[in-house]
């Protein structure tokens, strides 16, 4: 039996809008501001390879199944696991798995709009000059002073979040398909324009080293854990954006294709990230492991101090801010799709309430670097605790258990009547990753981690 219940929310007008939008969804904090970070905590190239094998061997089968599930589903990821659960005949509780990809992605958006906000706010600060011949003491002032006022933080979080809310509210083609057709062109000229600077610089090729000459001796359990981690957060697996994406998909897509596509230039976005940003760190002699403050404490001392500067400053933080806003669309869509198709919502009305409970959990985050700095759960703050959750636990249980679901308990030709790949060779392949290669990695990482490997 195949479920072809059209969606009230929507379908893509093509398959270029459907990889446009899901490569948005890929492409955002987690290529620019999250990959060069913790490549450089990692190690550099190391890292790269491990997280690359990731992609390859992890990834992207998940992702081929996580669509192929919206799309046979045709429904948002709470309905979709309820339904496909039913037509396996399988364990009730395999719905919950539809929920916890939705309360994923509510989770990472409530502290990503909140990123996304200073990245938005840098772009104000860049353009009036605030960087120009600052020293790291002056920058970092900056930067202290600007997380120190949670009315600041509140300002551009509600900001961003006000501008998610504004597309998403427009539904699939006049909102996520436009956002994604004029906002995805846009973030690949202005990344190529920061490569194309960083390639003038004369730490050009020490950076180049620095990312792809690998020293294994800096990789430990958690750099593993890390890169898995980060395959999933920044290919959008295990949150619900892929499937209920997947949803609008056209059944005559081949989704193993659009998958590779998507993939790739997710992860050519977040190598592009690494060469334009490593020359410009090593060319100011500052660190490129600078945790998280990377982006907003090292990188403007160089801004403020290089030629032309000023003006690649604002590109960079305007690149942020889109690549965010592409993201950010994508991890609320699944919950307002629940809300539209469960519970009568209007689009309007589903939006208003997805961003308000958003909105007031990022409130979480905001706090964790002011006044509540202090707060600490398991050694970790608000937005520490948020982020290890979600990146390093919730996604890969999810992506666990999209692989157990798609490789152990979907009928094998419900699968492959869905992915209709071009040989029986292919199929198999896709298989044995998702059955034994995507969950043993996961599952032997996890054992590792926690002690007992």
Known sequence: MTYTKKTVHGAWSSRFAFILAATGSAVGLGNIWKFPYITGENGGGAFVIVYLLCVLLIGIPIMIAETMLGRRSQKNPIEAMEVLTDEAGADHNWHYLGWMGVIAGLLILSYYSVIAGWASAYILKAFTGSFLDADALTIKKIFDDFVASPIQLIFWHSLFMLA??????????????????????????LIFALVGYAMTTDSYFQGLHFLFMPDFSKLTSNSVLT??????????????????????????????????LIAGADTVVALLAGIAIFPIVFANNLHPNSGPGLIFETLPIAFGSMTGGWLMGILFFVMLAVAALTSAISLIEPAVAWLVENKDFTREKACVWSGLVTWALGLGTVFSFNIWSNVKFFDRSIFQLLDYLTANLMLPIGGFCIAVFSGWIMKKHHSEQELNMPNETSYQIWKLLISYVAPGSVFLVFLHVIGVL
């Open 164 to 189: 998610t809310m504004l597309i998403v509210v427009r539904g699939v083609n006049n909102g996520l398909e436009k956002a994604a057709q004029y906002l995805m062109p846009s973030l690949f000229v």
């Open 227 to 260: 890169a898995m981690g980060h395959a999933f957060f920044t290919l959008s697996l295990g949150m619900g954006a892929i499937m209920v994406y997947g949803s609008y998909l056209s059944k005559n897509i081949s989704i193993a294709k659009t998958a590779f």
